[in-house]
């Protein structure tokens, strides 16, 4: 595996362990961070598989446009194009005032998230 490729794995398991920290929090969970955290980690791991494949993404973070990418080479991954349409609501839309994630939400991201890392993690053959 490309050292690129194991640094976009670490920085996607970082996210992925801060929106779990949060769906696990007891007390003042963080909804709109669990769900930005969920969008995040894919995002990475999408970035991952496109550095393992060769494939110039640039900066983005539309989870379309990077799905778009991974099509040439994976034309199966088509599947998840709505689960990914629905986190990419997740990067953008919380993060400033005037909307809040609520658990039902966040509950919906992280196990989009869970799904798709799973997937790409079986990809890269990553145990765990």
Known sequence: MKPIVKDWIEKAEGDFATAQREMRARKNPNHDAACFHAQQ???????????????AFGKTHDLISLLDLLLETKPLW???????????????????????????????????????????????????
């Open 41 to 55: 980690c894919v995002e990475k791991y999408m970035k991952a598989l496109l550095q393992q494949a060769n494939v």
């Open 78 to 128: 088509e599947e998840y194009r709505p689960l990914l349409r629905a986190l990419n609501a997740f990067a953008v839309h919380f993060r400033y005032p005037g909307e809040s994630a609520d658990k039902a939400m966040a509950t919906q991201a992280f196990k989009y998230c869970r799904m798709i890392r799973l997937r790409m993690r079986e990809y890269l053959n990553i145990k765990s």
